[in-house]
């Protein structure tokens, strides 16, 4: 899995504990110290590689989740999208719902098909499957 925008390591953790080896991308480096504690707390060390670029990711990945602000989503759709394998799952949450117009569009012109929307109060989750 990537975890893009990996924060405290939430995602990752979660991703780790249910048998996934997981590339977490963080730029913040709080954040990266945050996760590290977190990732140690959880026993999911081995399992979670963090990096500080999304170049140091490597491989295509059967799940990327991108949970980060809607600006940040579009200016990386197309890497976002390159590292997805062809049967994977792309899943972008951390978007309120007058993000989706223009999150969802810039991805599907790159995936070629519209998302899931998925909300739950204020917040709401895109999530596009390989076929």
Same mark, same amino acid.
């Given at each position: 899995m990537l975890d893009f925008g990996s924060g405290s390591g939430i995602l990752s953790i979660a991703a780790a504990q249910l048998g996934a080896t997981v590339e977490a991308v963080e730029i913040d480096t709080q954040a990266i #110290?945050?996760?590290? &504690?977190n990732l140690k707390a959880s026993g999911v060390t081995e399992r979670v590689r963090q990096c500080a670029s999304l170049d140091e990711a490597r491989g295509l990945f059967d799940f990327v989740v991108a949970n980060i602000l809607r600006p940040?989503? %579009?200016s990386f759709a197309t890497p976002l999208v390159e590292r997805v394998e062809r049967r994977g799952t792309l %899943?972008?949450?951390?978007l309120v719902s007058?993000?989706?117009p223009q999150v969802s569009a810039a991805y #599907? &012109?790159? %995936?070629g098909a519209r998302p899931e929307i998925?909300? &739950?109060d204020e917040w709401r989750a895109l999530a596009w499957r390989g076929e």
């Amino acid at each position: 899995m990537l975890d893009f925008g990996s924060g405290s390591g939430i995602l990752s953790i979660a991703a780790a504990q249910l048998g996934a080896t997981v590339e977490a991308v963080e730029i913040d480096t709080q954040a990266i #110290a945050h996760a590290e &504690r977190n990732l140690k707390a959880s026993g999911v060390t081995e399992r979670v590689r963090q990096c500080a670029s999304l170049d140091e990711a490597r491989g295509l990945f059967d799940f990327v989740v991108a949970n980060i602000l809607r600006p940040i989503l %579009v200016s990386f759709a197309t890497p976002l999208v390159e590292r997805v394998e062809r049967r994977g799952t792309l %899943v972008l949450s951390g978007l309120v719902s007058t993000d989706v117009p223009q999150v969802s569009a810039a991805y #599907a &012109r790159l %995936v070629g098909a519209r998302p899931e929307i998925y909300e &739950r109060d204020e917040w709401r989750a895109l999530a596009w499957r390989g076929e």
